[in-house]
Structure formats: structure tokens, C-alpha cells
């Protein structure tokens, strides 16, 4: 069992950043394709980022791309989401998410083996 704990955050303005963490009990980690998923309130939890397990293919849904970057220590058992240039749009609830598999691109959530409890994000216009 795979436990997966997020953090990083909180409330910001338009235009800021945040950086969210997750850390993986695990120390297969780097086993694992990590993702990053949100869910906004009223909608559907949607795919944001997925990463390689070994950090070199990245994949992006369109809203994000250019503004956030999901990278992975595997040295640490941790995965990132670097978020920049903020948009109310962007608040929702993020989760870290792991599976097993070659391709690391989106791919339905049902997939994903372990999920963390999920971090809030509120961005104020």
C-alpha cells in the first residue's frame, strides 16, 4: 500500500505561484508514474499533469501548459507541481496520484493505483 501525502497549499492572488509537494511512503517510487489531478467545486476531478518514473516526459492538459511544471525527486520519494501565473480558474482541490505502466501520458483516472487526500488551492481574482 502506497501512502501519498500532498502540501503546498493555500491561498493566493492572481498572478502568484505556489508549489505543491507530494511524498510517497513507498520506496519503489520511482517505479511509478506519478500524476497530478484537481477538482474544482461541482466538477469532475479532471487530469492536470503526469510524469515519467524517471522524470524525463511530462505531459500537460492545454489550461495549464506554460504555467505549471510537474518534476520528481525520486531520491526523495517526492513529486512537484510548480504553479506560476495563477488563475481563479486554477482553484480546486489537487491530488497526487501513482500507477504503474510504460506510458506515462493521461490516461483514465481509473488507472491510477494510490491517491493522496488532496491539497486545496484557492486562487483570488
Known amino acids: 500500500q502506497v501512502q501519498l501525502v500532498e502540501s503546498g497549499g493555500g491561498l493566493v492572488q492572481a498572478g502568484g505561484s505556489l508549489r505543491l509537494s507530494c511524498v510517497a511512503s513507498?520506496?519503489?517510487?520511482?517505479?511509478?508514474?506519478m500524476g497530478w489531478f484537481r477538482q474544482a467545486p461541482g466538477k469532475e476531478r479532471e487530469f492536470v499533469a503526469s510524469?515519467?518514473?524517471?522524470?524525463?516526459?511530462?505531459y500537460y492538459t492545454d489550461s495549464v501548459k506554460g504555467r505549471f511544471t510537474i518534476s520528481r525527486d525520486n531520491a526523495k520519494n517526492t513529486v512537484y507541481l510548480q504553479m506560476n501565473s495563477l488563475k481563479p480558474e486554477d482553484t480546486a482541490v489537487y491530488y497526487c496520484?501513482?500507477?504503474?505502466?510504460?506510458?506515462?501520458?493521461?490516461?483514465?483516472?481509473?488507472?491510477?493505483?494510490?491517491w493522496g487526500q488532496g491539497t486545496q488551492v484557492t486562487v483570488s481574482s
Open positions: 496520484a501513482s500507477r504503474r505502466g510504460l506510458f506515462a501520458g493521461p490516461t483514465r483516472q481509473s488507472e491510477y493505483d494510490y
Open positions: 510524469i515519467s518514473r524517471n522524470g524525463v516526459s511530462t
Open positions: 513507498e520506496r519503489t517510487f520511482s517505479t511509478y508514474i
